[in-house]
């Protein structure tokens, strides 16, 4: 790989988009700016794309969307899509990155704007997330033209609670976006990490074998949890992801909703009629007292104004305040509670009918779901690397933490977490955790991961990861058919938790693979199980089932095959899984989420 | 043709100077060179009394446009235009936090503004000979000539960049804020 070429660290968030560029590893990565139409006709750089698409029809002139690149283009992403969503709703793309990651719906198929009517035009979960990740690669070229962003090597992130098929549907947008070549995958709290490092030259100093970093990261719609381990090899330090955590969609927006909610309560109590519009006023004036309020802990209230919607501001104008009592008690307290760390989140009711739309988290404690992530984890310790955990804990005691997420950019947020973590941790016998200090937690992960593309090159540290789940492949048990029961599947381990990047494994035992004819193929993984080897036979029922394969492979029409399952953790960051013949033949199960 | 021109002995001293400037001072020649090739300025005199044309009337099209921006991101003419007679002064600084948070980001946004003065309010300040009166405004006492001794007021503004948008091809600057109809 050529030297001193930069590289590219884009964050694909589920509420902005961030692109940074690193050129040397003792220089931190510097934010590139994105040029976006940002308001009707006016085009201008932003250090952030928001994460959404404006699907217009008449209301919009042509020149309202022109991008300098493209006159004519018809949709609009980024700042003024936000803006024009919020006075026509049904016509608005947001959260795509949430939808990319359900399994409940097909990914590929044009649903969003979910729920919107017949004459709205739609786009899929993958097209959307490909918007905005073209958006980014024509500004950085629009701005940078002897630099193709082609040319550079791009480090995109993920969530680290994407699972396999969410993660080869980001890849699969990154090449719809037509930037395919170049492309490495990071999880984003590792990216906040390398972003830590990278701009403390000395981290060396703060860091030591035996530490256990808890990455908090929460962002405007979801929340991920990270276990990073500090260990010594040959010498050096090294630094190994030993958990991650599920998708949680709870962040920052449940929390100014809620904080909304309770004004608009008040306001009504007094008589106050608030309409739609009005609302999303206010849960704008309230983030901003929000954020007066943790900016300055001595001021008792902040003020909460709404605009009236016709030219009488004066007159139509509803003033009210934040109370800092109602902030702590609804904010601090409602999602962060002081709770114990056998706590576990409130499961969601299972009924008969629920509404399709995003599996929203049910328990809005971020302290339960903390809990429950560090718990999970003590069960299965086999694997981890000698010194993280001791006998008679009840969870893992991280000894550091790293907040990331613009919701820590909160004080009070970040000292009642530590407060929490404290008293589970000294309950145990522990030692409170340490705080990295510093970051920018809005744009740490795009950072992080332009720093990690240096690293590839082979400057500076690099975090191992390896797979966060082990993965499982549905087997039909061979037994008698009993009428009305369907036959019981066992889940055979076809890839261990922890596969290195670049590895593959091949399944011991050989399987009978039914080809030229429709097959389905079942699918499961488990963040928790890290202790199963390849070929380990485990009941479905303690896994998450992922969404089935269903598709014809070449051959003769309803022959079976015997063929082992060869799994391989690619470079780029996905799973692949063939299954090979000892005669040569191979075929490559592939996701094809096509669920009707 | 000008009639000003260097005496002899100003001449030879510049003959043996002036090569050695050109050899070893890059920016001097450059100078020289410029000078020698521009165009000699017709002297006042000979100039022809042309009509002086007017400059074009303004359109207003750019004042506008900061009109709308601030209409549009601090509701600015609405507050501007609605009767506060009636209104309690409640009210109006309910209003006036919307018009102070949104105008205040547009001009950080689109323009960049800086005091005149860097001396607080306050300071003791002196008004030096030859000072700019579209820059400093006396008032009070001032006899004499300058240097005045005086205090500083008001530090005043200056905008020393302006980033208006571009206007989008075809849009009329007169709309400084659209109806808007729910439908």
């Known amino acids: 790989m050529e030297e001193g070429r930069p590289t590219l660290g884009l ?3 589920t509420t902005n988009v961030a692109l940074a560029v690193a050129r040397r590893e003792d220089e931190p990565p510097a934010t590139a700016l994105l040029p976006q139409v940002v308001h009707e006709g006016e085009v201008a750089e932003r250090p952030q794309l928001p994460s959404f698409v404006y699907l217009p029809g008449e209301e919009l002139a042509a020149s309202a969307i022109a991008l300098p690149w493209d006159p004519a283009r018809d949709y609009v992403v980024g700042a003024f899509a936000r803006e024009q969503g919020a006075r026509i709703p049904a016509r608005l793309v947001s959260s795509a990155k949430s939808w990319l990651s359900h399994a409940g719906v097909d990914r590929r198929k044009a649903i969003l704007p979910w729920g919107a009517p017949e004459e709205v035009p739609k786009l899929s979960p993958v097209e959307a997330s490909a918007r905005y990740l073209r958006h980014v690669r024509e500004a950085w070229d629009h701005l940078h033209p002897d630099l193709p962003f082609d040319s550079l090597d791009l480090v995109l992130t993920v969530p680290a609670s994407f699972d396999a098929v969410a993660r080869d549907l980001t890849v699969e947008a990154a090449r719809a976006a037509g930037l395919g070549e170049r492309l490495t995958l990071l999880e984003e709290p590792q990216a906040a990490l390398y972003a830590w490092v990278a701009s403390r030259p000395d981290w060396r100093k703060q860091l030591s074998v035996g530490d256990l970093i808890l990455v908090c990261d929460i ?3 979801t929340t991920d949890f990270s276990l990073i381990a500090v260990l010594e090899e040959d010498g050096a330090l090294e630094l190994r992801r ?14 100014d909703l809620a904080l909304a909610y309770a004004v608009r309560t008040r306001l009504e109590g007094q008589g106050q009629k608030i309409d739609d519009w009005q609302f999303r006023a206010l849960v704008h004036s309230v983030r901003q007292a929000k954020e007066q309020l943790f900016a300055e802990p001595t001021l008792p209230s902040a003020p909460v104004v709404i605009p009236g919607r016709g030219s009488r501001l004066i007159g139509g104008t509803l003033r009210t305040e934040l109370d800092r009592p109602t902030l702590e008690s609804t904010l601090v307290d409602g999602f962060f509670p002081r709770v114990q760390a056998s706590e576990r989140p409130a499961a969601p009711r299972r009924v008969g009918l629920t509404a399709l739309g995003l599996p929203y988290a049910h328990d809005p404690a971020f302290t339960r779901h903390l809990a429950a992530f560090l718990g999970r984890q003590a069960e299965a310790t086999a694997s981890l690397p000698p010194g993280v955990h001791r006998e008679g804990r009840s969870f893992l005691h991280p000894t550091a933490i790293l907040f990331n997420g613009g919701v820590t950019k909160a004080a009070p947020v970040r000292e009642r977490i530590l407060e929490v973590l404290e008293s589970w941790i000294v309950a145990e016998g522990g030692v409170a955790p340490k705080v990295l200090e510093g970051g920018d937690p809005d744009l740490a992960v795009s950072r992080g991961a332009a720093y990690y593309g240096l690293v590839r090159k082979g400057r500076g540290v690099r975090i191992r990861g390896g797979s966060a789940r082990s993965y499982y492949v549905g087997l039909e048990r061979a037994e008698l058919a009993v009428p009305g029961i369907p036959p019981r599947v066992d889940a055979v381990c076809v890839a261990p938790f922890g596969m290195e990047e670049g590895s593959e494994v091949t399944l011991p035992e050989p399987m009978g693979l039914l080809v030229g004819e429709p097959a389905s193929f079942r699918f499961f993984a488990s963040s928790a199980r890290r202790d199963d080897e390849v070929g380990e036979v485990v009941d479905p029922a303690e896994l998450e089932e992922l969404p089935p394969i269903e598709t014809v492979l070449q051959g ?33 199960l592939e996701y094809q989420i096509e669920r009707g | 043709m000008n009639d000003e021109r260097l005496g002899f002995w100003a001449r030879l001293a510049m003959f043996f100077w002036l090569p050695w400037k050109v050899l070893f001072d890059g920016v001097a020649a450059l100078r020289v060179r410029k000078a020698l090739q521009a ?14 044309t007017p400059p074009p009337r303004p359109t207003g099209e750019e004042a506008l446009r900061l009109l709308a921006i601030l209409q549009r991101d601090g509701r600015l003419v ?9 209104a309690t002064d409640a009210q109006v600084g309910a209003a006036a936090r919307i018009v102070h948070e949104g105008c205040r980001k547009a001009l950080s946004q689109y323009l960049t503004l800086r005091p005149l003065r860097q001396e607080s309010e306050g300071d003791p300040i002196t008004v030096p000979e030859g000072f700019d009166p579209a820059e400093i405004r006396l008032s009070g006492n001032p006899i004499g000539k300058p240097p005045y001794r005086g205090r500083l007021v008001h530090p005043g503004w200056k905008a020393v960049e302006v980033r208006l948008p571009e206007p989008a091809s075809g849009v009329d600057a007169t709309i400084v804020a659209p109806a808007e109809v729910e439908v």
């Open chain 1, 11 to 13: 964050d694909l968030g």
């Open chain 1, 219 to 221: 962002g405007g719609g």
């Open chain 1, 242 to 255: 030993v958990a991650v955590g599920d998708h949680i969609l709870l962040g920052g927006d449940n929390m």
């Open chain 1, 556 to 588: 003769e029409e309803g022959a079976v095959v015997p063929v082992r399952l060869r799994a391989r953790l690619t470079e780029v960051g996905t799973l692949e899984i063939a299954a090979v013949e000892s005669a040569g033949r191979e075929w490559r």
């Open chain 2, 39 to 52: 165009p000699e300025a017709p002297t006042p005199a000979a100039a022809p009394a042309a009509e002086p």
């Open chain 2, 78 to 86: 609405d507050f501007l235009l609605e009767d506060v007679s009636g």
